[in-house]
């Protein structure tokens, strides 16, 4: 059986070569070097923007008057406006933004938020709570704030925008092009009719989706190498990298595998992969804008992967995320392939 497997592994990968799969999944980490050492800036600012409507005329006017000059110093997306209707047109325009309203009750400052309905509710806490502190602190004078930090042993630099980017490149190109690649893979053996006849020899199905399965995995690890070494250098562990680039590229491949065995070519299927590849990058959007973080996208597996990817590359000491991750893709491996294999010998029997 081993015999077998490693035969059909070398084909596999021969098959590969000759149908340019390495030369994408290292071209298109290239690409992603690209961008991210020279066209993706260092820092970039993706606060939110911020609409206010000051109403308020009571005897603490100066003193918020003074709070937002110096934030409008501090940053350059807050903005002053003369009604709720430059508000909510500000608002329609720019995704991450928010709205503000001062007003006067109970002669006191009432302030109002206006949001865009997808925050998520700490982040929506955070801001209140920080407008709260801001007003203390220039109401009664400074305040003395003590911070604790859980892990006071390890000194957590600020990551530049453009490294950023790299868990979300890692997630994509390493781990997800392999879902497209081996369904891609799998549709041409079917077309080539390589399955039956495979199986009219001793081999088995096990085998079969086994040697695909590490295909995805070399090409995975291969691309996150390329992709990894010339951005973030040697400062990385590559052994929690590779093993979790790893146990990623066999889940997506085992969820290609589960896709494909339910259709006869790629046409038929291509629907199915764009929705699949659709709701796997919303969690993209949540990376990067954590107010937007409602519980259906928490659910989707790239979330979790997507900060699991950063804390190994970029640690603060949160490994909780990074085993509960790699658990969570071991258990998921095992029990997909299982049904993929379950789905193959099922469609082989129906044809």
């Not at 720019?94 to 709205?99: A, E, I, V, Y």
């Not at 806490?125 to 003395?144: P, V, Y």
């Amino acid at each position: 059986m081993l015999q077998r497997y490693v035969g059909l592994v070398i084909k596999d990968i021969l098959t590969a070569f000759r149908n340019y799969f390495f030369v994408v999944v290292v071209g298109v980490a290239l690409l992603f070097v690209g961008l991210t050492n020279f066209l993706i800036p260092e820092e970039l600012s993706l606060k939110p923007s911020v609409y206010y409507l000051m109403e308020y005329d009571g005897e603490m006017k100066p003193i918020i008057d003074q709070m937002l000059e110096e934030t409008k110093r501090k940053h350059s997306n807050v903005y002053g406006v003369g009604s709720i209707e430059e508000i909510e047109s500000g608002m329609e325009k720019n995704f991450n933004s928010l709205g503000m309203v001062i007003r006067e009750m109970n002669k006191k400052p009432h302030i109002t938020f206006i949001l865009q309905g997808h925050e998520n509710e700490k982040v929506t806490n955070a801001l209140i709570l920080s407008m709260k502190d801001d007003l203390r602190n220039k109401l009664q004078g400074s305040m003395e704030v003590k911070t604790i930090f859980l892990n006071q042993e390890k000194e957590i630099e600020k990551i530049p925008f453009r490294h950023t980017m790299i868990p979300i490149f890692i997630v994509m190109e390493s781990i997800l092009l392999g879902f497209f690649l081996i369904a891609a893979l799998i549709f041409m053996e079917k077309d080539e009719g390589t399955l039956r006849a495979y199986l009219v020899s001793p081999g088995t199905i096990l085998e079969y989706l086994a040697s695909k399965i590490t295909l995805m995995l070399l090409m995975g690890c291969i691309s996150a190498v390329v992709l990894v070494v010339p951005t973030l250098g040697p400062s990385v562990s590559y052994f929690w990298t590779l093993l979790f680039v790893a146990l990623g590229s066999i889940a997506a491949a085992i969820l290609g595998l589960l896709i494909a065995s339910f259709f006869d070519n790629i046409s038929q299927a291509s629907v199915w992969i764009i929705v699949i590849a659709i709701l796997l990058s919303l969690p993209f959007m949540s990376y990067y804008f954590p107010s937007f973080a409602p519980t259906f996208v928490k659910m989707i597996p790239t979330y979790p992967l997507l900060f699991a990817a950063r804390e190994i590359l970029f640690p603060t000491g949160s490994t909780g995320i990074v085993y509960t991750t790699l658990l969570g893709l071991a258990i998921f491996s095992i029990l997909g392939y299982m049904g993929a294999v379950a789905a193959y010998r099922f469609s082989i029997r129906r044809d």
